[in-house]
């Protein structure tokens, strides 16, 4: 057989004690061993599954997302004949806005791959170098890589925190609650790494 399988895990409102998991559906994807490119949710409100974007590609006039929707029983996946982009995050941070990044370049496009316009905020913003990861704040976005970290204004684009050290090398561990930002003497994982809670003045 040439299937593969999607699943989906319904959540639940988060409770004092925790979050609770079922699997409750599963789908035959046409694409044996396909291993995603991305695999992070699109929510629609009036649908009760979202759907799964596993990839991204430039196209005339915007980003094509390929997505699994989950409230569907087919799969359509593979039909895209140049290379996906190399998107390192992607978020949905409004109902219709969707924060993609790849390569030094931060996108805000709706859930169809064109960019937004918005006289207050940028729809592009530009970084120094290759960013490993993102987080979007009020006021602006914040980029990681290995040497440290870039945030820029979501209103002019222009630098407004950074940090660089050629001889340490960074990781971002976690942005679901809290920044936590990792560093370690650049080409020794032996060594003990430091943490680090990040706060941002960007917004004000």
Not at 27 to 36: F, G, H, M, N, V
Not at 68 to 88: D, E, H, I, K, Y
Request: net charge positive; glycine share 6%; aromatic share 8%.
């Amino acid at each position: 057989s040439n299937l593969g399988f999607l699943s989906t895990k319904q959540w639940y409102q988060r409770r004092v004690r925790g979050v609770k998991f079922e699997c409750i559906k599963t789908l035959a994807c046409p694409i044996q061993d396909y291993t995603p490119a991305l695999f992070e949710s699109m929510i629609k409100y009036d649908e009760p599954f979202p759907s799964i974007c596993v990839a991204v590609y430039q196209r005339d006039g915007g980003l094509f997302m390929e997505t699994v929707n989950m409230n569907s029983s087919s799969v359509f996946l593979g039909t895209q004949s140049s290379a996906p982009l190399p998107v390192t995050t992607l978020r949905q941070i409004e109902s219709d806005t969707m924060l993609v990044g790849f390569d030094n370049r931060a996108l805000f496009v709706n859930r169809e791959g064109i960019q937004k316009s918005n006289s207050r905020a940028k729809s592009a913003i530009t970084f120094s170098t290759p960013i490993a990861s993102m987080v979007f704040l009020e006021g602006g976005v914040l980029g990681f890589h290995r040497a440290g970290m870039e945030g820029r204004n979501l209103s002019t684009g222009k630098i407004e925190a950074e940090v660089k050290d050629d001889s340490k090398q960074f990781r971002l561990l976690s942005s679901a609650k809290m920044i936590i930002l990792e560093s370690r003497v650049a080409n020794d994982t032996t060594n003990n790494s430091n943490l680090y809670v990040l706060t941002s003045r960007l917004a004000e």
